[in-house]
């Protein structure tokens, strides 16, 4: 802690002078200045009248030992109270983790019944810490940062891991810049250094058009979000039994509140993140009924809609579903891109999905390069078709429609 | 309203291109852009400043150059610029570039400060949150909306995986926006000439009051191994025959990856 003067705010009338009781405070230049004998009392705080004193947190400069820090912890996120599928995903990729490090691995949830705690140490947890309490009902970032640093803070894990979703990438920054130590966006992959036991944490970066392989050598937890989809889940076994450690969130405060959550549209159509397959249009659709098409496909497949750039900016679908540079990355394990040219700035966001099929009229759309598999032709010609066909392998006739 | 606008200059990422013999970025002719999201927290801020008053100061942490981008900024309507620039500032991560640019908008004394979503050189999106975390005072991420907003009171719309939350706070506090939230004005004649005139305040880390152990490389817990081409994806297949025996063929393929 120390005591800090805004010197925008101080106006020089001296007030606070007399209330130190330290000799601390003189007046420099017309300011106010805190010297070298303040004592930390607080006791000018309350006597400046423009509120231009205030305490400053400052972290004690400890000498920072990573060997204390030990374990793998998984941040699973809920929404409406359901474990999001990335957190098993997490939990796979923390189980490869910790039996390389030979430790142990925790899940911690927040706002969800213990019956899901239960699931997740079905799906590998050793340990989850929960809370039940109803200000995590809502994702917020406040009550959500301030109860992790508290567990990380007591518990000291070497790794901890969230989810690269809008929860995870909106909270736990708070986390690694109050614990002082780093924090790696989107991986795509992680593995141990053997020798030095770091978390080797590979991203990409620039669009897509790089990689880079992050270290956090010297401060402790080494903190990343994972994309999702990346990693594979672990393995599920109802028998797997584990510890689980109710928590209660202490003195926590917050500015922010979350009045309402809204549905756009319904989760099968735009959990783009989550989907094995996606089928995306772009302004090749020609008018807003093209996403109708896609919609009847991706029923059938069990896939999400998702779209480019140019078909949101003509107002045919909303932005939720674009995907890009400047709308969501994703990482199916088909991605379906109908009369979608191929612009870089869409590639940087799917072309990393496993299988691409690309449906074009122009034979020199720059889409075929990224492509496992093209057809050269008019969609509304493919996809009829194509609709037609997979209704037939399954025996559906015409009314069966997905 | 004492409004901070964070803004960067980033490389326009559709040109960049690794040396695959180096495995380093070829930047040389890649041209300079303000990261296409901080043009939206640039628009957020003089769209809050023309509704409830106040001054719209931008910001950037970066080299001498990044003068260019606060310019632009300049050129759209902000009032002041600062830049923040200092060889210990080099080599900084998201954490000592937040702890660096939350001690320039404390001495800003900023009531909301506006960050884009996301940087498209990094794409870590962390900048704006942590800078919330060091002034201790709250944030919202992903905001495509201003509902409402008074002197100690704001509300929004967060977006969020399958639509949106409605969120207030108290001022002061901390706004990371998506595209979607407004479209930037283009530069008026009079900016563009005012810009020209005008006297960027450039500051360095004494300036700002900043620990020297938390600037920097120094101050940087991640450190950046190598970097490395992703992988060429192999397999590109054009599927070849009637439009039929193409989807009878891909069927199939699909049916070998058991895929459907
Ligand atoms: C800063 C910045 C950020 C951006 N971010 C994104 C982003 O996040 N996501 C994104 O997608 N874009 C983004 N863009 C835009 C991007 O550059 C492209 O403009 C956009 O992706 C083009 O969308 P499209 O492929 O649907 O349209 P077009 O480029 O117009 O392509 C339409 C395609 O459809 C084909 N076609 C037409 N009719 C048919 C038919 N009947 N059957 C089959 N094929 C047909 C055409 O041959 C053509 O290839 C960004 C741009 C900038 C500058
Ligand atoms: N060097 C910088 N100078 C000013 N603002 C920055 C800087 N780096 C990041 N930001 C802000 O933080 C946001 C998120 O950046 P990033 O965390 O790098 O993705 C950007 O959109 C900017 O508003």
Redesign the interface.
Known sequence: MYVMMNIEKCTGCEECLSSCPFDAIEIREGKAFINENCQVCMACLSACPEGAISEIEKEEPVEFDIQKFKGVWVFAEQREGKVASVAYELLGAGHRLADELTTELSAVLFGASESEAQELIRWGADKVYFSTDPVFEKFNDEPYSQLFIQLIRKHQPEIVLAGATPIGRSFIPRVAARLGTGLTADCTSLEIDRETRNLLQIRPAFGGNIMATILCPNKRPQMATVRPRVMKRGQYNEKRTGEIIPVNPDGISTRTKVVETVKEISDIFVNLQEADIIISGGRGLGNPQGFKLLEKLAGLLGGAVGSSRAAVDEGWISYSHQVGQTGKTVCPKIYFACGISGAVQHLVGMQSSDIIIAINKNPEAPIFNVATYGIVGDLYEIIPLFIKKIKELRGMGESGSG | MNIVVCIKQV?D??E???NPETNT?IREGVPSIIN??DMHAIEAALQIKEKVGGKVTVITMGPPQAETALRDALSMGADDAVLLTDRAFAGS???AT??TLSKAA????ADIIICGKQA???????????????L???????I?KIEDIRADYI?V?R????????????IP?LLTV???LNEPRLPSLKGKMAAKKAVIKKWTSSDIGADE?KIGLKG???????????EA?T?????EGT??E???A??Q??RQ?K??
Request: charged residues 25%; proline residues 7%; aromatic residues 8%.
């Open positions: 490389p990422t559709a960049v291109k690794i970025l296409p999201f991560d998201t954490w937040s702890y404390e001495k800003l004394g498209i050189d990094g794409d870590t999106a962390q900048v704006g949150p942590e800078m919330a975390e060091f201790d005072i709250p944030h919202i991420s992903y495509r509300r719309q977006l969020m995986e399958s639509g949106y939350d409605i969120v207030e706070s108290t506090v998506v595209k979607e152990d940087s817990p991640t450190q950046v191994k190598n970097i490395f081409a992703p994806k397999g590109r297949k054009m599927l439009l039929e193409q989807i009878d891909l069927i393929e699909l990856l895929c459907m």
